[in-house]
């Protein structure tokens, strides 16, 4: 494309194209996506990142590999029935949009026309392209976030959690299999310990980066690096894509930008991703004129526990429960729903904050966390990590507590065991140094709910959720607890969780039209630069609104990458 041309498509003639015709900044998955699809176009790439090379993938490597999709064989076999518009009256019910939609220069509009893009992705081409390059996908679909079960309300009516032979790294693998197969070719260039401090910007037009070489660094995947400046840098190309990830490793910027409505960010909040993941290139990316939107919307999981084995500063792990543990604030009052495991993540945070307490608890006994208990991250599922689908599904249908969950009840320091309510009550009290839970309470409301399960006709939420759920072959099979009483004795011992605040998503970010360009705060693309992944809220700034159905961060990061490498490809 001439310089005439490039400026015809809405960006400022080029700067000369001294060092390579994109700048990808960041090597998470977003990251990678556009590189492998501006390299497989032809393009020349500078991919900068400043951590090393040990961390290709980002947080993609640590996470379950769940991906959202719509109207597939796996769910068919299961004989769950979806469709495009049953996902998107549930897309849309839960994400909420409410800050202009409709007008160009709303916050949620461009998020809103992504995830019209994204529906349309997952029901269509998502499944058939990513098996084309070898990924497959566990036969039993999970059920994230499913709400209440009624249309119209936040959730999932059906399950759609594709998890991914291989989890993160899995998901990852094609990607960075590409990648590196176009720097073998010349097309790539990997500048690792590469830190951006500044977008330069020639005649309004972004035209290459600039910041610090860090010093080389052995650091393992994950862990901290050092910050220490060993000398300068510069690199010119007519377009940067920034792909740099959220802020929920730094906790002042997560603090910084918790919303009103959630009443003061909690005293106490847990880290689900590495310290990287640290928000600095959104505000560098503003600073060069980006307009950034809905930066009070995160994604903070409430069923989070403290890594007895950290890697990363505050390390946290979340539980994915089904919905039998009962679930209590900091002084042992039941929630009412949304307040059950694996209904409504922001519901729950709610719930949470309004109880005054940055703390929940789950209460359950032996027999629930043998089949119910899985443990987000790749490292958390080594079976499926290492793709032997016989030996993680066996894990999940033999009555056992699995290796990684049993971990955390030998050595977690969130968790106590007890064989009666009051000796169990002790104990947690004795965990938080204050006698908050009262034993009688305590086991009033468990028997009241043990009652309610032995009722065929019970109208608890809770029971009902239970059922609905046994009403599923998938959670049937590897993911629900027969319906019976929580104090059976021979189900012990019990078990209470301590349950934290773990960050993790960012929501909000960089706003961008459906083809990656960044915009201004006039809704005007800024010339040369793009963004994708987590600092695009996933695509437009915000294509989740404000709550997440679960199986979209990697997918928005597969899709907004795809998007912005290949109309990156057609630019120059």
Wanted: glycine share 14%.
């Amino acid at each position: 494309m001439t310089a005439s041309s490039l400026a015809g498509a809405g960006y400022a003639a080029a700067a000369p194209r001294t060092d390579a015709d994109v700048i990808v900044v960041g090597l998470g998955l977003a990251g990678l996506v556009a590189a492998a699809e501006l390299a497989d176009r032809g393009k020349r790439v500078v991919i900068v990142d400043q951590e090393n090379g040990k961390n290709v993938g980002g947080q993609a490597f640590w996470s379950l590999g769940g991906l959202f999709m719509i109207d597939t064989p796996e769910q068919r076999l299961l004989g769950v029935r979806d469709s495009y518009e049953r996902a998107r009256t549930d897309w849309f019910a839960t994400a909420g949009f409410d800050r202009a939609p409709q007008d160009p220069r709303g916050e949620d509009y461009w998020g809103r026309r992504w995830a019209e893009a994204y529906l349309q992705f997952a029901a269509g081409e998502k499944r058939a392209w990513l098996s084309s390059m070898g990924m497959a996908w566990v036969p039993v679909v999970g059920w994230a976030e499913r709400g209440d079960g009624r249309p119209g309300r936040p959730g999932n009516t059906v399950p759609r959690f594709h998890l991914t032979l291989g989890t993160g790294p899995g998901v990852m693998e094609p990607f960075e299999r590409r990648v590196r197969a176009a720097a073998a070719r010349g097309r790539i260039e990997f500048r690792f310990r590469h830190r951006v401090d500044e977008l330069v910007t020639t005649g309004g037009a972004v035209t290459g980066v600039r910041g610090t070489v860090l010093a080389a660094s052995s650091a393992a995947r994950g862990t901290p690096s050092s910050r220490v400046r060993a000398g300068d840098f510069a690199i010119s190309a007519p377009l940067v894509i920034v792909a740099s990830g959220g802020i929920g490793g730094n906790q002042q910027l997560v603090r910084d930008s918790w919303p009103a409505r959630l009443g003061t960010a909690p005293a106490r909040l847990i880290t689900g991703v590495p310290a990287h993941v640290d928000g600095r290139m959104i505000g560098i990316t503003e600073r060069a004129g980006a307009r950034v939107v809905n930066r009070d919307r995160m994604w903070h999981y409430t069923e989070g526990l403290r890594n007895f084995a950290p890697i990363w500063p505050g390390h946290g792990i979340r539980v994915l429960g089904a919905p039998t543990s009962m679930w209590f604030d900091g002084r042992g009052r039941r929630f009412p729903s949304p307040g059950i495991p694996s209904y409504d993540t922001l519901g729950t945070l709610e719930l949470i904050q309004r109880s005054g307490f940055d703390h929940s608890w789950f209460v359950l006994n032996k027999r629930i966390i043998e089949k119910e208990f899985v443990l987000s991250g790749s490292e958390q599922n080594p079976e499926l990590t290492a793709k032997n689908l016989v030996a993680y599904l066996a894990n999940r249908v033999i009555d056992d507590v699995p290796k990684p969950v049993q971990a955390f009840l030998d050595r977690g320091v969130d968790f106590v065991q007890a064989r009666t309510v009051a000796e169990l009550a002790r104990k947690m009290n004795g965990l938080v140094g204050e006698r908050l839970i009262d034993a009688a309470d305590l086991e009033r409301q468990i028997v009241a709910r043990d009652r309610e399960a032995a009722n065929p006709r019970s109208t608890d939420p809770q029971i009902l959720g239970i059922k609905r759920s046994l009403a599923y072959t998938g959670d049937n099979l590897v993911r629900t607890t027969p319906l019976g009483p929580i104090l059976d004795p021979a189900a012990g011992p019990l078990i209470a969780i301590r349950m934290n605040i773990l960050t993790r998503k960012t929501l909000g970010g960089l706003q961008t039209d459906l083809s990656g360009r960044v915009l201004d705060a006039d809704g005007t693309p800024i010339p040369g630069l793009m963004a994708a992944g987590e600092a695009a809220g996933f695509g437009g700034g915000g294509v989740h609104g404000y709550r997440s159905l679960e199986g979209t961060f990697l997918g928005g990061c597969i899709f907004s990458g795809r998007q912005a490498g290949r109309a990156a490809a057609r630019m120059v």
